[in-house]
């Protein structure tokens, strides 16, 4: 059964930049579509990015198109959200997941971005 367990949140000032990696174990990540989500205080959680199982298509929110990439390396089993410009509105708690896991309710813990205004 996949898992998937998020790293690399932190403190990150205005303008700065982080790179988030998820890693993936008990399936092959090839065969997913995978994507961030996001967080933010007293919101519900929304797709950000996500890219399709064989990296040729991707979606991106709208806040967030010429900032964020998504990566992915399938031999090691890793997903990468590479975050560039951040802004206060980017705050919030980041997941990684599959959009049919993310339908039916599978999450990890996360891994928290804070950027202060």
């Known amino acids: 059964q996949l898992q998937l367990v998020e790293s690399g949140g932190g403190l990150v000032q205005p303008g700065g930049s982080l790179r988030l990696s998820c890693a993936g174990s008990?399936?092959?990540?090839?065969?997913?579509?995978l994507g961030w989500f996001r967080q933010a205080p007293g919101k519900e959680r929304e797709p950000v990015i996500c890219?399709?199982?064989?990296?040729?298509?991707?979606y991106n929110a709208d806040s967030v198109k010429g900032r964020f990439t998504i990566s992915r390396d399938n031999s090691r089993k890793r997903v990468y959200l590479q975050m560039t410009s951040l802004k206060p509105e980017d705050t919030g708690v980041y997941f990684c997941?599959?959009?049919?896991?993310?339908?039916?309710?599978?999450w990890g813990q996360g891994t928290q971005v804070t950027v202060p205004s």
């Open positions: 008990g399936s092959d990540l090839s065969y997913y579509a």
């Open positions: 890219t399709s199982s064989s990296d040729d298509k991707s």
């Open positions: 997941n599959t959009p049919i896991r993310a339908k039916d309710g599978y």
